[in-house]
Each structure stands twice: as structure tokens, then as C-alpha cells.
T-cell receptor, first 113, second 110 residues
């Protein structure tokens, strides 16, 4: 079952522009994570935001979380061609393994040089 | 750095074969997971393990089994491979919140 749903499914921008991806989820969470996947590779953790945080920054990444709307956004500023990848939000499933995650369908980002 | 290593990047197997996908992590994590990833379906959890010899089914366990005899190793077994098991398989491990992924195994069943 997919807890998170990303929007848009695909995004194409020019280098230097900002990219914004959105994620909606269904149940209450204590944190939300964003991962990146280069084509044909595994996922890499980008950032985690806790339910008591509204915004978090890491380098060119800015994540927001609105628990009242059950939504999160990932903003990549000043994008580069190397940012081309798929981006997934992930939420905990609430069981024995705190890092057992449910992933959204992902946003495919293409940054054109 | 945490390292999660999957034994193969690419595999081609025949229908009916027994297939073993191996995953090893080097950070003494208790939790390990197997996902499969298909276009349009995202990542779906097959099995997870929260301790040696402990396992629980995920969302799509049918046709798969797992083995965790040692903490660092988590194996996914396709008892009798079928063409609908052609997919990208991703192993992950973790302690509390963040999951660390291997590079993935692209399995083709012909």
C-alpha cells in the first residue's frame, strides 16, 4: 500500500531553476523522509523532518511539513544537471522496525543543462 | 559510511529456477528489508527482518521466502522463479529511522 503520493510524477526544468516536489500521506506520522534514486541504482537518504518541525534545510534542499494537511514538499534550489533523478517521500509504517517505510510513487526530475 | 551490498547488479534466470539474492550490511543494523520496484507501482515491501532468524511478511510475500541466519546477511529466495518476478530488487538496512539501501539487483526471468 502506498502511504505517500508524489506530485508531479515527472518534472523537467532548466539548470539553475528551482524544483518543487510535493508529497501527500494518509495517516499520522512522527517523521517523513525524502530519498533520491539515480537511474538503475539504490535509494539514498536525503533528509528527515519530524512531525514537530515545519521546515528543514540541508544545503540546496528545503523540506516543509504540514501535518494538518498531511503533506510535505521538497524544494531543490539552483538545480544542476546532476540533480536529475527520482525523488521519493517515505513515511514510517509504525511497527517493530521504526525504519520500515512506505514509499510514494516518486517524482522523476530531469534537469536540462 | 554504512555499506549495504547486494551480491549481483544484474541476473538472468530461467523460469522454475530457485534464485537467491544476497544482501550484506556492515553496520550491525537489526532491521533489514527486501523491496521490489516496478514502474508505476513504486517500491513494495516483500519481507523484513528485525533480528536474526526473525522475519515478517510485507505487502507482497507470495512466491518469496527469506533467510537471516546471521545479523549482517539477509537473503531473498525465489522458490520457483516466474516471469512476473522480473523486477528491480532493493535491499535495505537500518537501526531506527533512516534506511540504507544497496545498489539494487535487476532480475530478469526468462
Amino acid at each position: 500500500s502506498q502511504q505517500g503520493e508524489e506530485d508531479p510524477q515527472a518534472l523537467s526544468i532548466q539548470e539553475g531553476e528551482n524544483a518543487t516536489m510535493n508529497c501527500s500521506y494518509k495517516t499520522s506520522i512522527n517523521n517523513l523522509q525524502w530519498y533520491r534514486q539515480n537511474s538503475g541504482r539504490g535509494l539514498v537518504h536525503l533528509i528527515l523532518i519530524r512531525s514537530n518541525e515545519r521546515e528543514k534545510h540541508s544545503g540546496r534542499l528545503r523540506v516543509t511539513l504540514d501535518t494538518s494537511k498531511k503533506s510535505s514538499s521538497l524544494l531543490i534550489t539552483a538545480s544542476r544537471a546532476a540533480d536529475t533523478a527520482s525523488y521519493f517521500c517515505a513515511t514510517p509504517r509504525g511497527n517493530k522496525a521504526g525504519n520500515m517505510l512506505t514509499f510514494g510513487g516518486g517524482t522523476r526530475l530531469m534537469v536540462k543543462p | 559510511d554504512v555499506k549495504v551490498t547486494q551480491s549481483s547488479r544484474y541476473l538472468v534466470k530461467r523460469t522454475g529456477e530457485k534464485v537467491f539474492l544476497e544482501c550484506v550490511q556492515d553496520m550491525d543494523h537489526e532491521n533489514m528489508f527486501w523491496y521490489r520496484q516496478d514502474p508505476g507501482l513504486g517500491l513494495r515491501l516483500i519481507y523484513f527482518s528485525y533480528d536474526v532468524k526473525m522475519k515478517e511478511k510485507g505487502d507482497i510475500p507470495e512466491g518469496y521466502s527469506v533467510s537471516r541466519e546471521k545479523k549482517e546477511r539477509f537473503s531473498l529466495i525465489l522458490e520457483s522463479a516466474s516471469t512476473n518476478q522480473t523486477s528491480m530488487y532493493l535491499c535495505a538496512s537500518g537501526l531506527n529511522t533512516e534506511a540504507f539501501f544497496g545498489q539494487g539487483t535487476r532480475l530478469t526471468v526468462v
